[in-house]
């Protein structure tokens, strides 16, 4: 009879509740912005009902629309203070290190099938920077979005805040562009996100979905970024 072997795994504790609590946030909020955001684009059945005000009115859609925003705005809060708090709530990767950019190119070959593994890492390099990619773009959607929201709401605050960015744009139509294009970038990154977290968890068992409820990582291999922990 064959003995069995046993695996002898490490648990590390990455992400604090707060990164947690602001990763389902954004997830809601990128869904209910993109759905929301497409309707107020280009209304379709929506348009119908006006002027009257009914469940499917575009009233109801920008309310929807704008309430997430602000939520979503708001929650940035939670993260920033993971950040502060905890080591495994790195807002951005280690661009200045040298190795991070070799690390990152195999990474990406592991997961184009051109390359049979990788180096391990407790959050590998790819993703740190395609995070932070994500947070500019997410800053790109703030900006663009207030500007146009404070051109229909006026506010001499929010005038001030957000008004350079349509004179920088050129006006209140192309911010709406960039804005639209820039959601699109989002969507794109989710469906690349999704694909990367779910290979990492059951084909190489990198604990990617459980730590983003539990906050921990049960790893058979020693990462090779485990010392930014200490």
């Known amino acids: 009879m064959k003995s069995v072997k046993d695996v002898k795994r490490k648990e590390y504790y990455i992400f604090s509740p707060f990164l947690r609590i602001f990763h389902w946030i954004m997830v809601g909020s990128i869904l209910v912005l993109f759905g929301t ?37 708001a929650s940035f809060i939670l993260r920033i203070y993971g950040f502060i708090i905890n080591k495994g709530d790195r807002l951005f990767p280690r661009f200045w290190e040298g190795h991070f950019y070799s690390e990152t190119v195999e990474v990406a070959l592991h997961y184009m099938l051109l390359k049979p593994h990788h180096a391990p890492f407790l959050r590998n390099p790819l993703a740190r920077a395609s995070y932070a990619g994500l947070y500019v773009m997410v800053l790109i959607e703030i900006l663009t979005g207030f500007a146009m929201y404070f051109m229909t709401h006026p506010s001499a605050v929010g005038g ?57 990582k049960i790893l058979a291999h020693v990462p090779k970024d485990a010392n930014e922990l200490d």
């Open 160 to 216: 001030t805040l957000f008004g350079w960015v349509n004179t920088l744009l050129g006006s209140e139509m192309m911010a709406h562009y960039v804005h639209h294009y820039v959601a699109w970038l989002i969507i794109v990154f989710a469906i690349g996100h999704f694909y990367m977290v779910l290979r990492a968890e059951f084909m190489e068992g990198e604990s990617e979905v459980s730590s983003m409820f539990s906050g921990k």
């Open 37 to 73: 955001g497409l309707l107020i684009t280009k209304p379709m059945l929506v348009s119908s009902t006006e002027p009257n005000f009914t469940m499917l009115s575009m009233d109801l859609i920008r309310d929807i629309h704008f309430v997430v925003a602000f939520l979503f705005c």
